[in-house]
């Protein structure tokens, strides 16, 4: 009996995916740090994240604008889509990449959302990520508008800050994959991989472009 314990318990610790931290820093052609970059980790071994990717996400259009810029959600995630100004704006979300804009067969959609009239709340809408990818939002009405989402498959993905960095916390201990996506990265730049263990990790990732200035 008492051996049967000890077998299950070793059994038990065996199976268990301890978690580490890691650090990527993701840099410009010209070695600068990236804001706005989306990393996403996938590892090996399962586990659970220490917090789960949004499913929820309001993305307010102000000052001929998407903000935030860039969201990270979770596939099935679902946006309110709110119009400060006082004019009317619409929603297109697809697929982002070189065929821009296109609804047909990307999960896309399109809304339209009345301008806020004075001195009441902006008018709201609701759209679904239905598909894993990064998605491109534009207006119909203001062909300069222009916002992201990145729906991750993986619960291991984090926006870098203005510093460049994304700290991914409590990831699987064992071999991942690590990418980077960014906005103005058009063609993918090759997965890196790595060794997550108990120690904190570092990583740094390097882009093939030098991205536009976001206006502000």
């Given amino acids: 009996m008492k051996k049967t314990l000890i077998s299950l318990a070793l059994a038990a610790l065996a199976s268990h995916a301890w978690a580490g931290n890691l650090q990527v820093l993701v ?24 917090a789960a990717l949004p499913s929820q996400v309001t993305i307010t259009q102000e000052k001929m604008r998407f903000i935030p810029a860039v969201s990270v959600v979770a596939v099935g995630a679902k946006a309110a889509f709110v119009n400060n100004d006082p004019w009317e704006h619409h929603v297109r979300a697809s697929a982002a990449g070189l065929a821009q804009f296109s609804t047909a067969n990307s999960g896309g959609f399109e809304l339209r959302i009345d301008g806020k009239p004075e001195g009441k709340p902006g008018k ?7 598909k894993a990818g990064a998605v491109l939002l534009g207006c119909h009405v203001h062909g300069s508008m222009r916002g992201h989402v990145y729906v991750s498959e993986s619960p291991w993905a984090v926006l870098t800050g203005a510093d460049g960095i994304a700290n991914v916390e409590q990831i699987p201990d064992g071999g991942a994959q690590v990418k980077v996506w960014h ?17 904190d990790g570092k990583l740094t990732m390097q882009l093939s472009v030098v991205p536009r200035r976001r206006r502000v």
Avoid: H, R, Y
């Avoid at 906005?183 to 060794?195: H, K, M, R, V």
């Fill in 124 to 130: 709201s809408v609701d759209g679904v990520f239905e």
């Fill in 27 to 50: 840099v410009d052609k010209e070695g600068k740090p990236v804001a706005d970059a989306v990393v996403i980790v996938v590892p090996v071994n399962k586990g659970a994240p220490k």
């Fill in 183 to 199: 906005a103005d990265q058009l063609l993918d730049i090759a997965p890196q991989q790595t060794s997550v263990s108990a120690a």
